[in-house]
Structure formats: C-alpha cells, structure tokens
C-alpha cells in the first residue's frame, strides 16, 4: 500500500540557514513524488516533482530510492518560505492517478 | 479568474443539517477531487472522479456523498452535518495521467464549520 510519512509537523529555523524537510514513502513500485507548498490562507500549489528534476524558489528534492525518502532543501531558507509543506506520491503504472499526501510540515522562518 | 473555483469560502451550519460545497474549473480536466484537511491530519481524500460518469469514493467517504453534474463541475454533500465534519475542504483537478506537466490543481478551499 502507498504511504507518505512526513516526520516533522512543525520545522523552525532562521532566515540563512539550510532546511531540509523530511519525506519517505512506501511503494512497491516506481513512484512519482511531488511536494506541495501552501502559504498562509492560500491555496495549495506545485512546488516540484522528481521527475523534472528542477529546482523552484530554490528548493530541490532528490529521490533515493535506497531509502525511500524525497526531502526537500534548501541551502539559504527565508522568511518568505514560511508555508505548510505536503509531500505526495502518485503511482505509477496506475490509472487511478490519485494524489498520496503526507500530513504536512509547517516550516517557520525567523528573522 | 482561478482555474478551480470553491463556493462557499466559509460555512457554518448547525449539526443535522444539509449542506452542499461546490466546485467548478475551468481547466477542462476530466479528473477532479475532494479532500478534507485537518491540522495534524493532512490531506484525506473523500471522493474521486475520473469522468462524469465514474466516481469513487476515497478514504473518508462516510457521511459524504458527490454528484458531478457536468465535466466542470463535482459537488460535495454532507447529508446530516455533524461537528467532527469542521474542517477544511479542497476540490482539485488533474491532467490525465502520463500527461508531461501532471499534478494537481487546487482550489482556495471551503472552511466548513458545524456547530
């Protein structure tokens, strides 16, 4: 069965400092994972998926299939990246295309 | 104009109520979604449809129910309201899947409170 576990419910650090929020799954397959931000009173939105391979707002994400985990980073965390952040993992090879959320990190960043 | 509109954005209803939250898109996507998001909890999906003839229901689909009356629009009912229904809840869209650019398009969310 798919399950996304996020670790940390909550995550402060200072304005400068490396972040790095904790992602690890549990899939027999080949998953496709993806980390979503929401800002305060804002909607939910895409931050990145693995399989781009990019990096947005200055966040990465690299899977490691050994261990299972998608942490997402970011070398200089600001004050602006204060959000709640939702790992998911969608299957592939499936149809259902369905969304596994974790149950989120509220990361802080103080001045 | 959002691509996936929430109506209302704030509800409160009394416990044993009917009570319908809409959502509409505009992204001609024929998947969309319905979550309920809890603090501590995440996100939990209620129901699922792939068209406007398929739904299913998700891991929280007690006390639901959903009609999608036209590719644009899936609405969410809860037939007798009771409190531990308070909650947050998102309608979502998505790209079939092997779509290149695949992910979820959210809505601004309903805050639905049953007092």
């Known amino acids: 069965a798919q399950r996304v576990t996020q670790p940390e419910k909550l995550l402060s650090v200072f304005k400068g400092a490396p972040v790095e929020l904790k992602c690890n799954y549990s899939y027999s397959g080949s998953p496709e994972l993806f980390w979503y931000v929401q800002y305060s009173r804002q909607r939910l939105q895409l931050l990145l998926r693995h399989i781009s391979r990019e990096s947005i707002k200055g966040f990465t994400a690299d899977l490691n299939k050994g261990e299972t985990s998608f942490h997402l980073k970011k070398p200089f965390a600001q004050e602006e990246d204060s959000a709640m952040y939702y790992c998911a993992l969608r299957g592939r090879g499936s149809t259902l295309g369905r969304l596994y959320f974790g149950r989120g990190t509220q990361l802080t960043v103080w001045p | 104009d959002a691509d996936v509109t929430q109506t209302p954005r704030n509800r409160i209803t009394k416990t044993g109520k009917r009570i319908m939250l809409e959502c509409s898109q505009t992204?001609?996507?024929?998947?969309m979604y319905w979550y309920r998001q809890d603090p501590g909890l995440g996100l939990r999906l209620i129901y699922y449809?792939?068209?406007?003839?398929?739904?299913n229901k998700g891991e929280i689909s007690d006390g639901y129910s959903v009609s999608r009356q036209a590719q644009a629009k899936f609405s969410l009912s809860l037939e007798s309201a009771i409190p531990n229904q308070t909650a947050l809840y998102f309608c979502?869209?998505?790209?079939?899947?092997?779509?290149?650019?695949?992910?979820?398009?959210f809505g601004s969310g309903t805050r639905l409170t049953v007092v």
């Open positions: 992204k001609g996507h024929d998947r």
């Open positions: 979502a869209t998505s790209d079939p899947v092997g779509t290149a650019n695949y992910g979820y398009t």
């Open positions: 449809s792939f068209d406007v003839k398929d739904i």
